[in-house]
């Protein structure tokens, strides 16, 4: 009885649309997720393969975080559809057996659930065998993964959801009081992941969180590529208790609803029952009475209104259908997710701004509203045909026009209504945040018009699918088309958007730039593709079905006679408006300007690789002095620049050819006395030109040219932003002609390298490469320069250049600055415009100025406070700071970095500027990133590296350091641990993302995760074992050595010299293991005591346990002898993990894999073990420290 | 007086199913009883006449109206109740007459409000008013059905097998209802149960393969076959002998025994008696003077 009951539930719901959106759902976020990186879930694939098993794993489970609600509308179905439909006592008062009632609807709603992940799981499979896929990035097919992860993964879950959600559902038997515990569940998680975030257990929370989600994380976050690509996680210890324990769990709760059911009637619905056949099952009609007279009117306003009824009666029928609800449930649980994490950096938040919340909207939410528009748009098309009310409706005296019309008012009014819960939500979010600048207007027009006008688009195209094809699943196969046609499109390199169906451009809003010169695109764009909506209804409205006819033929004929002058001229001038605005749009995007897609500019880049790489670094003239006159005209977002270079021979050898570089497609002109155009390549961007007389060594010649930015119209996917109308930020590399062969142009990724047959890449020359160490890491068409350059602009903004003020004028309605260095700059400048307001201040004499957007002035003062601290230690410790002034300057955020320029300081507005810096306990990173960049004006505008390995740590690692030194004489050393701990676990993740090697830190290729993280530790790290004097002492000698120097310019040789020269004999191995070697450690403490002694202190006694390890460039791990100087230590207990008061720290000198140390501590101790505050390199840091017993 | 004229309406499906062969039919105010067995195009008839269907060829006029091409017009004046018809989820039956009320025209709401309260009331559904439709029993949907076609004084009514879910008594009542209604203004009624048209139609026609067997007046068509019709209760194994000797018009078990009639001028022999001629032996007549025709045809 049990199994009929079973077979027959899993019937009823594999009848049921909602399995089959569901598994769509699934199915595409995966599949996605796995074909490209827009879509992620759980983070960026990074180097992992596609369908790594962790990736599977991560996918998977992921995923089943959705099972909560998807789960629920099984079960919760299984129970209340009784109830709902009154069949309860017709199965109550049949002879089956309460449990195998309950058995039976259980195990059908919990199979049905685990049908839906099927999806997931195929998704992956299906997925990895896309033909636009990078093969190198996908491993061999394996099932196990995949085996894995459904049933120890996911199933459990699922059961464990069931199982709750079921017994909620059986014993209230009110589907509202299972939804509502489905929410309590999500947030009593959320909750109790935070909490139990910081307290100290970590095993207590993986051991007791439902889905496995802690677990899974602790043991995978700092698998290396070839782990995640190669391994499942193992079934012991904690995860393997994780899974009994709530298998167990859901077993009890099942069981306890089995044995607390009642098989009765439900009283709720028994009520309403009796009602009804009490009062209206006589079948008697009254005595005659004439019926009463109505009038009826026609046509006109009559029309609107029936077109209004059947918005009310439309849009009611999908408001109040179960899909909806269970879907628009899931995207909102999805935006929180998405809202909630959005606006992170450094584990310090920044302000949920308006525009980061509607990201979140558009890629948390977008894609369910497209999944309601297409699965509504089948409903409510064929709605009375379903239920076969179509021959009633069909005949009334309604106007065709008013009924379709009304549906598809009534859809998009439902869509909108999602919107606004999305909207409703993020602004939940915001205020959780505490951030209560709610920009309405922003919203507006964020959500309902360029959000909202494409999903309407969307909707139409839906809809008229429903139509036209006249078969709701032939319909459906439209929606799907065109979801997957998107991506496929863009995957085959069609990318203008004037056959991109329904798709304009993308916008990115900028606080200091509004929507900008996204904005005149995508208004042409919209219009263009909502005429082509409009053109479709109207065919739509010709072929909509009334009646019972469905032959094509006929429905011709019947569209045939719905043609009317009407609708000739409707559609007549649709065709002429869609036809001239795409006509005005070509114009634009094709003459205007140039039209390229992805491919074409990569087939030019390798192109130019493979014609000019020849020339790399061949003898040129370098620039010495740069004159330059640069008009802004920000409205029009035109550039002019005419510039003068002083170009000096510095090899031994005449130069007779200057090879002179472009970005391609800019208009360049250059004057060159006495010489000739030996070879000119606009296209790409190369020409070289023959002096009659060669250069002698050591000579000087100038080089005049004129270089002309103006933007036309608008492309169809805006490239530059860097010319705009409030925020123009632009630099010399793009801009400016240089000579010789430049690297930048080389494509970077394998697989378009290996596409167009080019060798791989070379990301750095060898550290001892003689001809690379003659060029800087930055510019190799000069050492160091003198600038001087007049900018303007509009009249009412400011433009800014590296170099002092000379002059500031206004002159025919324009705004002059003449800008000039004093002492040598690299080649490398920037210029900015824009309408700032400016704060300023000082440091000892030193001006001090923010130039800011007047909304954000949140952190100003925190800026310029940092830059004090920075002047204050670097000019103490390191060298005298070699400009007379310092400048932060904020810059939309179409890039998210600062940067450093001489005395300039550009921060990107999603940098620093909204930083929310009112958690006093988090990192202040704005303060951090504020110390890095002056930093800068040493370690890398004093002291520049050769353009060889290791480069970047002279000057990234430098400037880690110098910001760290700065933010501990601020915040104290404890506050250090915490961005240390940061620090160690981004390195160890990044290692886990590597695309090619692994460097050791004095041979990095540019690693941010070796430059930044690693070597923020091992600078640390060093101060600690040799001190901050000596290690400034080395720092200031390498200055002293190297500052403005001529090339051969200094490597990671010369500092790591510097070091060992300051580093006592016993300490030279930890030089070996910071900087020359990938070191590792396994340091844990194996067991903890304490005994109160009488005087009132406590005695504690550790044993630990050390071991070290020397890692390949593939992260494969050679055991050596323990022989260093580590911290052993006791701490006191905190609130927050990370904070917790030292007791006693002391270096000990371990030479064996165990040992065993005690204390005397004043204060009650908490934990205790080695190396406490994570200062080395430890993939499990958690267990260096033991709670004492 | 309105008058509905039908002439020379044919209708071939795309499978080929010939629904209407040149169908000529006159149809004045009144009841008028559209008879025939299942497949005859009988709805098929009905749903062109509201401009539910295309025809191949012929005309229809409601008055002066042009039924195949303004259909608008054809709406306004249209009550239709079609054999089956299933109902939104989620909705009150008062909201959906409402709905329905709206789409008639009806836009100001007093009136409205009268007039769906009245049918509601006529109906017998007015205490069932705020319940879902979707938990209606079958009698309840199809008394729902008539309620929304009699919104707005409809001056041509459609009815397509409309007692099909009622049971007696209901069918009684909405026989009245109809009866009331249909003395000035045009109502087909559609059935397959002869006793429906007798009770009620002063004009009626047998339809049967798509074509129009005999159309007039139901007493006229009686009065005709009067004296002709005779009656023999037969052993079951006598049946295909009689069959094949005398023109047998029905056969059907009286309390378990076989009972003929048979139609001639004459007494066929003295073990049959006279009987009175029935609107049904009408109907038999027809429809198995049809069948014989088409055998024929076939041949």
Known sequence: ?1189 | MLELRIEGLSKTYPNGVKALQDVSLTIPTGMFGLLGPNGAGKSTLMRTIATLQEADSGSITLGDIDVLREKDNVRRLLGYLPQEFGVYPRITAEAMLNHFAVLKGIVNAKERRETVNALLQRTNLYDARKQNLSTFSGGMRQRFGIAQALLGNPKLIIVDEPTAGLDPEERVRFHNLLAEIGENVVVILSTHIVEDVSDLCSQMAIISGGRVLMSGDPQDAVRELKDKVWRRVIAKTELDDFQSRYTVISTKLVAGRTVIHTVSDAQPDPTFEPINASLEDVYFCYSRRDSQQRQAEAA
């Open chain 1, 1 to 1189: 009885m049990s199994w009929e009951i079973l077979k027959f539930e899993l019937r009823y719901h594999l009848k049921q649309p909602l399995f089959y959106i569901l598994f769509v759902i699934f199915f595409f976020m995966t599949f996605g997720a796995v074909t490209s990186d827009a879509v992620q879930i759980g983070g960026a694939l990074g180097n992992v393969n596609r369908n790594a098993p962790f990736v599977i794993m991560q996918f998977l489970l992921v995923m089943s975080t959705f099972g909560v609600l998807t789960t629920t509308a099984y079960v919760a179905s299984a129970i209340n559809r009784d109830f709902e439909y009154n069949t309860d006592s017709l199965f109550f008062s049949s002879p089956v057996k309460k449990h195998q009632y309950l058995f039976g609807r259980f195990s059908a709603a919990f199979i049905v659930s685990s049908l839906v992940y099927l999806g997931v799981v195929t998704a992956i499979m299906v997925g990895s065998f896309m033909p636009w896929l990078d093969k190198e990035r996908l491993g061999a097919f394996v099932l196990k993964p995949y085996a894995f992860s459904y049933f120890v993964l996911v199933l459990p879950n699922l059961f464990l959801f069931a199982a709750i959600f079921f017994a909620v559902a059986a014993l209230t038997r009110r589907l509202m009081a299972t939804y509502t515990a489905v929410a309590a569940f999500y947030v009593a998680y959320v909750v109790s992941r935070v909490s139990l975030r910081d307290i100290e257990s970590e095993k207590l929370g993986s051991l007791l969180d439902p889905f496995g989600f802690a677990p899974f994380t602790r043991t995978t976050r700092y698998w290396t590529v070839f782990e995640k690509n190669n391994s499942i996680l193992p079934l012991d210890g904690i995860f393997l208790w994780n899974r009994l324990m709530w298998i167990g769990i859901a077993l009890v709760l099942l069981g306890l609803t089995f044995a607390f059911f009642r098989m009765e009637v439900g009283t709720a619905a028994g009520k309403r029952k009796k009602k009804k056949t009490a009062k209206s099952e006589t079948p008697l009609l009254p005595a005659a009475q004439p019926l009463p007279h109505v009038s009826q009117n026609f046509g006109g306003m009559v029309s609107v209104r029936q077109f209004f009824t059947t918005i009310r009666v439309e849009t009611g029928a999908i408001l109040k259908s179960l899909p909806f609800i269970v879907i628009l449930l899931l995207a909102v649980l999805n935006t929180v997710g998405g809202a909630v994490f959005a606006n992170r950096i450094f584990g310090t938040e920044f302000y949920p701004v308006t525009y980061v919340m509607i990201g979140a909207i558009e890629s948390n939410f977008l894609f369910f509203a497209v999944i309601i528009a297409a699965f509504y748009a089948g409903e409510i098309v064929w709605r009375e045909r379903m239920i076969k009310l179509n021959e009633v409706t069909d005949t009334m005296p309604a106007p065709t026009w008013s009924i379709w019309a009304g549906k598809l008012a009534a859809l998009c009014i439902t869509l909108y209504i999602c919107l606004a819960a999305a909207m409703l939500t993020t602004i939940a979010v915001q205020s959780v945040k505490h951030y209560h600048h709610y920009e309405l207007g922003l919203y507006f027009r964020g959500v309902f018009l360029v959000l909202g006008i494409q999903l309407l688009m969307i909707t139409v195209l839906m809809f008229f699918g429903q139509i036209i094809t006249n078969n709701r699943y032939v319909g459906f196969l439209i929606a799907l088309f065109y979801i997957i046609g998107q991506s496929v499109m863009q995957a085959l390199h069609y990318e203008h958007r004037l056959y991109a169906l329904f798709n304009p451009p993308d916008m990115t809003y900028s606080d200091m730039n509004g929507y900008g010169h996204f904005a005149r695109p995508y208004e042409w764009f919209s219009l263009y593709w909502t005429i082509f909506a409009a053109i479709l209804l109207v065919v739509g409205h010709l072929f909509w079905v009334r009646g019972t006819e469905t032959a094509m033929k006929i429905r011709t004929r019947v569209a045939g006679g719905r043609v009317g002058m009407p609708v000739i001229t409707t559609l007549a001038l649709l065709i002429i408006a869609f036809v001239s605005t795409g006509c005005y749009i070509f114009y634009n995007t094709n003459i205007l300007n140039h039209y390229s897609t992805e491919d074409q500019r990569d087939k030019r880049a390798a192109e130019t690789e493979k014609l000019y790489k020849k020339h790399d670094r061949i003898p040129q003239p370098r620039i010495t002095d740069v004159q330059a006159n640069v008009d802004i005209d920000p409205a029009r977002r035109w550039v002019d620049i005419h510039g003068t270079y002083t170009l000096m021979n510095k090899t031994a050898q005449p130069i007779r050819d200057l090879h002179v570089v472009m970005t391609p497609d800019v208009p360049l002109s250059i004057q060159i006395p006495r010489a000739s155009l030996a070879q000119n390549d606009p296209e790409h961007g190369y020409r070289i030109y023959r002096l009659a007389q060669p250069l002698a060594p050591g000579a000087t010649m100038p080089m005049s040219f004129t270089v002309t930015i103006h933007h036309q119209g608008f492309e169809n996917a805006s490239r530059d932003n860097t010319v705009v109308e409030n925020g123009t930020f632009f630099n010399n590399f793009t801009t400016f002609p240089h000579l010789g062969y430049s690297p930048n142009v080389e494509l970077q990724e394998a697989h378009k390298r290996r596409k167009y047959g080019l060798a791989p890449v070379v990301r750095m020359a060898k550290i001892d490469d003689p001809k690379a160490r003659m060029d800087n890491g930055i510019t190799r068409d000069a050492d160091w320069i003198n600038l001087d350059t007049t900018v303007s602009t509009s009249a009412d903004q400011i433009a800014l250049a590296p170099g002092y003020l000379q002059k500031e004028w206004t002159a025919n309605g324009r705004h002059y600055f003449q800008y000039k260095t004093t002492s040598p700059i690299l080649g490398f400048f920037a210029y900015l415009s824009a309408r700032y307001q400016v704060k300023r201040s000082a440091w000892k004499g030193i001006p001090i100025e923010i130039y800011y957007d007047p909304a954000h002035a949140y952190n100003v003062d925190r800026m310029i406070y940092g830059v004090q601290k920075s002047l204050d230690y670097f000019t103490a410790n390191f060298s005298p700071y070699q400009h007379k002034q310092v400048r932060i300057l904020e810059f939309p955020r179409y890039a998210q970095f600062a940067q450093s320029f001489p005395n300039t300081i550009p921060f990107s507005e999603s940098i620093g500027f909204i930083a929310d810096l009112r958690d006093k306990e988090a990192i202040d990173y704005v303060f951090y990133v504020t110390a890095h960049e002056v930093a800068h004006q040493w370690w890398a505008h004093q002291v520049i590296g050769a353009d060889v390995q290791g480069g970047s740590m002279l000057a990234e690692t430098m400037a880690q350091y110098s910001a760290l030194m700065v933010m501990e004489k601020e915040y104290g050393r404890d506050k250090m641990r915490r961005f240390l701990k940061y620090e160690l676990d981004r390195y160890l993740a990044g290692r886990g993302g590597e695309l090619v090697a692994e460097m050791p830190l004095m041979l990095v290729e540019n690693q941010g995760y070796i430059h930044y993280r690693k070597g923020s530790l091992a600078m640390y790290e060093l101060r600690d074992e040799i001190g901050e004097e000596n290690v400034n002492a080395a720092l200031r000698k390498l200055i002293h050595d190297h500052a403005f120097e001529q090339p051969p310019y200094a490597t990671t040789r010369d500092l790591i010299a510097d070091f060992r020269a300051v580093t006592p004999p016993e300490k030279q191995s930890l030089i070996t293991d910071l900087f020359e070697t990938i070191t590792l450690y396994d340091n844990k403490a194996t067991s903890a005591s304490v005994t109160k002694r009488p005087d009132g202190k406590f005695l504690v006694t550790i044993t630990v346990e050390s071991k070290k390890f020397r890692a390949d460039d593939r992260g494969k791990e050679t055991a050596v002898p323990v022989n260093d100087w580590v911290d052993i230590g006791v701490l006191g207990a905190s609130k927050t993990k990370g904070n917790e008061p030292v007791l006693a720290l002391e270096k000990h000198h371990l030479t064996s894999p165990s040992a065993k140390f005690s204390f005397v501590v004043a204060t009650k101790p908490d934990r205790a073990g080695i190396d406490p505050l994570n200062k080395l390199v430890d993939r499990n840091p958690d267990d260096n420290t033991k709670k004492v017993e």
